[in-house]
C-alpha cells in the first residue's frame, strides 16, 4: 500500500484539508509531520465545516487513525480544545488520535516571545499567526525545549519549566520589555492537560514502523506551504519548519525508503497571509473580487488574504524541492468571471528575465513578473465534476498551468464540498488509489 504526502505548493491555504478529506477512506493512517496549530485545513461536509489545527483532516472518516507526528509542535491547551469540540460534533477520537511522545510543546512563554518579536520588528514583521510557533521551534534547536514525554514525567517537566521560566522572563522583562510569567500559573494547567493528553501520547514513530511493515497505507498531511519552508521558502518570511516533502520523514520518523509519492496541493490562482514577498500580487479591485469570491480569510486568525495571478515559476520550483508526481488544482471556480486570466512565467530583473525561482530576497521584492494571459471561460465551473464538462478554455488554462509547470494534475477541485472534486484519469493518484476514481456518491 503507498505511503503518499500531500504537500502545499505555494504560500499555504491551497486546499491541503479538502485534499487529505477526499484521499483518507482509501488509506489508513494519516500523519501530521510539521507545523502547529498556525495551520487551519477546512473540509466542508454537506452544510457542516471544520477547521483543523493540530489534528489530521482525516479525523471525521471513522476508524482512520490520525497521528501528530515528532516534528510537529503542540499547543496543548489549544489542541484539548480542538478535541473537545470534534467530540461535540459526534467524532470519536479514542483508538483514533495518537501524539508523539517527541512533539514539541508551545508553551505560553513561547506565545509571549512571539507577539514581542513581533512588535520590535516592526516593519520587517513576519506577520505571524502569534500562535508561538516559531519560538517553539527556537528552542528545539536550542536544546531546551519541553517534550510531551516531558509532560507526563512531573519532577522534570517542572525543573526543565522552572529553567526556561528565568530565562524567558529576563528576556520578556529586559529585552522585550513585555508581561512575565510564573511557574506556577503554567505548571497548574499544564499537569492537567497532562492527564487529559496522557492517553493519546505514545511513540508514533514505533507504530507507524509496524503499520507499514503490516501494509497499511500512511498519508502524509503537509501543513503551510513550500514557499513558506525554513531552507528552502522566502526566508526570513517563513515558518520555523520544513514544509516540504523532506519533512514527512524527520518529522515523522518514517524513513525516506518507505515513502512512495508526493501529491503537491496548488490553487488556481496565489494567496499569501501575513507579509513577505509575493511577486503576482494584485492590488486594487480585482484583488477584491477574488478575495470575496475565494472566501479568502484565514482560517486560523480570520485575516484577510493577499491575492494574486498563478506563478507557474513557483509551482516548478515547488515540483523540483518536493518532487512531485502530481498536483491537484484547487479553486477554479473562483476564477469563473474573470475576463482574462495571467499566469506568471518568469520574473524581469534588472533587464533578464528568470525562469528559475531565484534565492535572494531583493530579487523577489524588486522582479516584475512576466505573464502569459489568456481569455477567461466566463462560464460556471462550480461544483462541475467532470473534465469534459469544463469549458474549453477553463481546459486551456489547466493544461497551459501543468504544461508550464512541468507535471501532470491528477485532480481539479470545483468547490469547497468533497463532491465538487474531478478526479483525472489514468495519473499516479488513480495508480496509488484505484478507488479514489469514483469518490463521489
Ligand atoms: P489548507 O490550509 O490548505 O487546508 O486550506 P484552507 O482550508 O486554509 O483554505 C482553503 C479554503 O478554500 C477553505 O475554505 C476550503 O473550504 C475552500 N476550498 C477548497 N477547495 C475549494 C474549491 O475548489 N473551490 C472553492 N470555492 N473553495 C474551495
Ligand atoms: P495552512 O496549513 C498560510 C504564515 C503566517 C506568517 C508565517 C509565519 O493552513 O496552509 P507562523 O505563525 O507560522 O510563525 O507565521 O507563515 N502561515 C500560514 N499561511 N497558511 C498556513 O497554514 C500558515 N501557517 C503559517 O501567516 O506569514
Ligand atoms: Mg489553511
Redesign the pocket.
Known amino acids: 500500500m503507498p505511503n503518499i504526502v500531500v504537500v502545499?505548493t505555494q504560500?499555504?491555504?491551497?486546499g491541503?484539508g479538502k485534499v487529505v478529506d477526499i484521499l483518507a477512506p482509501h488509506v489508513d493512517v494519516v500523519v501530521r509531520y510539521q507545523?502547529g496549530n498556525?495551520?487551519?485545513?477546512t473540509v466542508v461536509v454537506g452544510k457542516e465545516k471544520y477547521v483543523f489545527h493540530s489534528i489530521p483532516s482525516a479525523i471525521l472518516h471513522p476508524g482512520r487513525r490520525c497521528v501528530i507526528g515528532c516534528g510537529v509542535v503542540v499547543d496543548p491547551a489549544s489542541l484539548i480544545e480542538e478535541m473537545e469540540a470534534l467530540v461535540r460534533r459526534g467524532v470519536v477520537l479514542d483508538g483514533n488520535l495518537f501524539i508523539s511522545k517527541n512533539a514539541h510543546m508551545i508553551m505560553p512563554y513561547h506565545r509571549a516571545l512571539?507577539l514581542a518579536w513581533e512588535a520590535k520588528l516592526g516593519k520587517r514583521r513576519?506577520?505571524?499567526?502569534?500562535?508561538g510557533?516559531?519560538p517553539a521551534y527556537a528552542d528545539k534547536a536550542a536544546r531546551v525545549g519541553i517534550r510531551m514525554a516531558d509532560l507526563l514525567d512531573e519532577p522534570l517537566f517542572k525543573e526543565k519549566l522552572q529553567a526556561n521560566i528565568r530565562e524567558k522572563n529576563k528576556l520578556l522583562r529586559e529585552i522585550y520589555d513585555a508581561q512575565t510569567l510564573t511557574v506556577e500559573e503554567i505548571l497548574g494547567p499544564y499537569l492537567r492537560y497532562a492527564g487529559w493528553l496522557a492517553p493519546y501520547i505514545t511513540d508514533t514513530a514505533l507504530l507507524l514502523a509496524r503499520w507499514i511493515e503490516a501494509g497499511q497505507s500512511v498519508l502524509f498531511e503537509g501543513?503551510?506551504?513550500t514557499m513558506?519552508d525554513i531552507d528552502h521558502g522566502t526566508y526570513p518570511?517563513?515558518?520555523?519548519s520544513n514544509t516540504t516533502a523532506g519533512g514527512a520523514a524527520t518529522g515523522t520518523g518514517v524513513p525516506p525508503t518507505k515513502i512512495n509519492g508526493v501529491l503537491g496541493v496548488a490553487k488556481a490562482y496565489t494567496t499569501r497571509?501575513?507579509?513577505?514577498p509575493f511577486p503576482t500580487e494584485l492590488r486594487g479591485e480585482l484583488a477584491d473580487q477574488i478575495r470575496a469570491r475565494g472566501n479568502e480569510y484565514?482560517?486560523?486568525t480570520g485575516r484577510p488574504r493577499r491575492c494574486g495571478w498563478f506563478d507557474a515559476v513557483v509551482l516548478r520550483y515547488a515540483a523540483r524541492i518536493n518532487g512531485l508526481d502530481t498536483v491537484a488544482l484547487t479553486k477554479l471556480d473562483v476564477l469563473d468571471q474573470c475576463e482574462t486570466v495571467k499566469i506568471c512565467v518568469g520574473y524581469k530583473y534588472r533587464g533578464e528575465v528568470l525562469s528559475e525561482f531565484p534565492e535572494e530576497e531583493r530579487i523577489w521584492t524588486e522582479a516584475e513578473p512576466v505573464y502569459e494571459e489568456m481569455s477567461g471561460w466566463l462560464a460556471s465551473t462550480r461544483g462541475l465534476r467532470s473534465y469534459v464538462d469544463l469549458p474549453t478554455k477553463a481546459r486551456q488554462y489547466l493544461e497551459r498551468l501543468a504544461e508550464l509547470a512541468g507535471v501532470e494534475l491528477c485532480l481539479v477541485s470545483t468547490g469547497a464540498v468533497r463532491e465538487d472534486t474531478i478526479v483525472l484519469d489514468g495519473t499516479p493518484l488513480t495508480g496509488w488509489f484505484p478507488g479514489v476514481r469514483y469518490p463521489i456518491a
Open positions: 502545499g504560500w499555504g491555504d491551497e491541503k507545523g498556525n495551520a487551519g485545513h512571539d513576519i506577520g505571524t499567526t502569534g500562535r510557533v516559531g501543513a503551510q506551504g513558506l518570511f517563513i515558518t520555523s497571509v501575513g507579509s513577505g484565514g482560517a486560523t
